[in-house]
């Protein structure tokens, strides 16, 4: 097997985990939210968790995950070059990793300049994972190409 070809779906995976692990905190970050909010929920959440701590996390998790697609991405087009002789093969679920790429990025650009917070960074990433997921299992289910579940 391609080295590169390890290496990208070891960095993919990864990403994935990431990813899911955004998404989570995502959630439970709405759900505190939504709790405190109607005072049902102590300051501290259910687990010691304070709405700052979880949306930590979330920022780790997406900036972790945007690291680990980044060398994904780069580690498939060498894979893709040694295995094609380019770097590009116009793969459905290239464009698609690429265009979640691009929102990944626009979200960890945002967090990064402390300009978004809270609630909306957090149904940008629930949002952001949904796209993730459709150009993972979707895109392989819908359309030809070398990622092709069917």
């Not at 998404?23 to 405190?36: A, I, Q, T």
């Not at 259910?46 to 998790?61: C, H, I, K, T, Y």
């Not at 590009?88 to 626009?106: K, Q, R």
Request: glycine share 10%; proline share 3%.
């Amino acid at each position: 097997m391609n080295p590169f070809l390890k290496i990208h779906i070891l960095f993919s995976s990864l990403s994935y985990l990431a990813f899911v692990l955004a998404f989570v905190s995502g959630g439970v970050f709405l759900w505190m939210e939504s709790r405190l909010k109607r005072k049902h929920l102590p300051p501290m959440g259910p687990f010691g968790w304070s709405l700052e701590s979880v949306d930590q996390f979330n920022a780790r998790s997406l900036a972790v995950g945007f690291i680990l697609l980044t060398l994904g991405i780069l580690s498939g087009i060498l894979a893709t070059h040694q295995r094609f002789g380019k770097l590009f093969v116009g793969d459905p679920s290239e464009v698609w990793t690429i265009t979640s790429w691009l929102i990944y990025a626009a979200i960890v650009a945002v967090r990064g300049t402390c300009t978004l917070r809270g609630r909306k960074v957090m149904l940008l990433a629930i949002l952001a994972f949904g796209m993730f997921v459709f150009t993972l299992i979707g895109v392989g289910s819908f359309f030809k190409g070398i990622h092709s579940l069917f």
